[in-house]
Every structure is written in structure tokens, then in C-alpha cells.
């Protein structure tokens, strides 16, 4: 990705030289990057508290809770996961906190997730149950879209939380297919595997 921005802004200086509108590009750049402070700014607040409901929702065990209602769910998706290990109870918690919209608190979780399957998968080539993982946090379902609603209310909308249906359909229609792909795939694999 680094070289792919290098090239867009490379060839946006060369572009804007061309065309003469340096200027314009100048001035472009400097309304951005306050705009870009300005929002930090203005969804930080939302933030801050979402992710101080997210500590008072893991220390009270509410996370904990989730976790175990999401276990059985989870017992298929990653069928080649102890239920008792770490990893297991990471996942669990993970998904729990992407349920909750609260994705940037979510991330340690996720992190030590992955770290706790690449000690059962020690190869270069991720398992299945990573890509599952993977899969699950970018295509993740959420019950509280927070950093959408913070940047709608930074932007002033009076009911930033009026998404909520759209948001609950379109993810989980994303998850559907990406976990039906995923597993389809992962069955070709397979049937490629034994036939060989």
C-alpha cells in the first residue's frame, strides 16, 4: 500500500504541474489536513467514551458472557480450535467486542487471537482457522456502530445511530457470503488435496 500512495501522490505533483494548478493542490492539501485534525477532534470524545464502556463491559464480565453465547456459533467455524485453549476464548472475545461496534478496543484481542493460533500453526501459510478469523473481523457484525455514528455526529447529523438497520443487513449479508465463500473454497482445497 505504501508504494501505491507513493504513486498517487507522486503523479497528482506531476498532474497538477502539468495542468498549472499547483496552487489549487497546495491549497488542497493544507484544507485536508486541518479538516483531517478537526474531525480526530470532533470523534474523539465518542470514542473515548465507547471505549470506557468497553473496559467497564470486559471488567464486569459482560464480554466474558457474550463470549459464552457466541461459543457454540464459534465451535463450527473453527472446528480445529480447543474450546479451552486461549486462542479460543480470544476469538470469542473478540468477536464479542467487534458485536458491541467497538472495533479500535477490539483490536488487542484480535491481535493475541492471531498470535495464539500461529502457536498451533507454526507453517508460513495461514491456517484455515486464521483466514476464518480474518474474515470474521473485516466482514464483523455490528450491534452498535460506533465510529460511524461518531463521524455522522462530527458531521452533524441529529440521529447518527438511525443506520442501525442498514448496518445490521449489510453486514451480516457480507458475512454470509464471505464465510460461505470462505468455506467453499476451503472444501475445494481439500477435495484437490485427496484427489491428487
Given at each position: 500500500?505504501?508504494?501505491?500512495?507513493?504513486?498517487?501522490?507522486?503523479?497528482?505533483f506531476?498532474?497538477s504541474?502539468?495542468?498549472?494548478s499547483?496552487?489549487?493542490?497546495?491549497?488542497?492539501?493544507?484544507?485536508?489536513?486541518?479538516g483531517a485534525?478537526?474531525?480526530?477532534?470532533?470523534?474523539?470524545?465518542?470514542?473515548?467514551?465507547?471505549?470506557g464502556?468497553?473496559?467497564?463491559?470486559?471488567d464486569s464480565?459482560?464480554?466474558?458472557?457474550?463470549?459464552?453465547?457466541?461459543?457454540?456459533?464459534?465451535?463450527r467455524?473453527?472446528?480445529?480450535?480447543?474450546?479451552?485453549?486461549?486462542?479460543?476464548?480470544?476469538?470469542?472475545?473478540?468477536?464479542?467486542?467487534?458485536?458491541?461496534?467497538?472495533g479500535?478496543?477490539?483490536?488487542?484481542?484480535?491481535?493475541?487471537?492471531?498470535?495464539?493460533?500461529?502457536?498451533?500453526?507454526p507453517?508460513?501459510?495461514?491456517?484455515d482457522?486464521?483466514?476464518?478469523?480474518v474474515?470474521?473481523?473485516?466482514?464483523?457484525?455490528?450491534?452498535?456502530?460506533?465510529?460511524?455514528?461518531?463521524?455522522?455526529?462530527?458531521?452533524?447529523?441529529?440521529?447518527?445511530?438511525?443506520?442501525?438497520?442498514?448496518?445490521?443487513?449489510?453486514?451480516?449479508?457480507?458475512?454470509?457470503?464471505?464465510?460461505?465463500?470462505?468455506?467453499?473454497l476451503?472444501?475445494?482445497?481439500?477435495w484437490?488435496?485427496?484427489?491428487?
Amino acid at each position: 500500500m505504501s508504494y501505491v500512495f507513493g504513486i498517487m501522490i507522486t503523479l497528482s505533483f506531476v498532474f497538477s504541474l502539468i495542468s498549472g494548478s499547483a496552487g489549487e493542490l497546495s491549497e488542497g492539501i493544507m484544507d485536508s489536513a486541518s479538516g483531517a485534525v478537526t474531525l480526530l477532534i470532533s470523534i474523539s470524545g465518542m470514542l473515548c467514551m465507547w471505549s470506557g464502556f468497553m473496559r467497564i463491559a470486559k471488567d464486569s464480565g459482560l464480554i466474558e458472557k457474550l463470549s459464552r453465547l457466541c461459543a457454540p456459533i464459534l465451535k463450527r467455524l473453527y472446528p480445529d480450535v480447543d474450546v479451552d485453549s486461549d486462542a479460543f476464548r480470544y476469538i470469542s472475545m473478540n468477536i464479542s467486542a467487534n458485536l458491541l461496534g467497538l472495533g479500535n478496543a477490539a483490536t488487542p484481542l484480535g491481535l493475541n487471537a492471531m498470535k495464539e493460533l500461529k502457536k498451533h500453526h507454526p507453517s508460513d501459510t495461514a491456517s484455515d482457522s486464521m483466514l476464518t478469523f480474518v474474515l470474521m473481523n473485516t466482514a464483523s457484525i455490528q450491534l452498535l456502530p460506533t465510529s460511524v455514528a461518531a463521524l455522522r455526529k462530527s458531521y452533524g447529523s441529529q440521529h447518527p445511530f438511525d443506520i442501525l438497520l442498514c448496518v445490521w443487513i449489510t453486514s451480516a449479508l457480507a458475512l454470509t457470503a464471505g464465510l460461505a465463500s470462505s468455506k467453499l473454497l476451503m472444501r475445494r482445497q481439500k477435495w484437490r488435496s485427496l484427489s491428487r
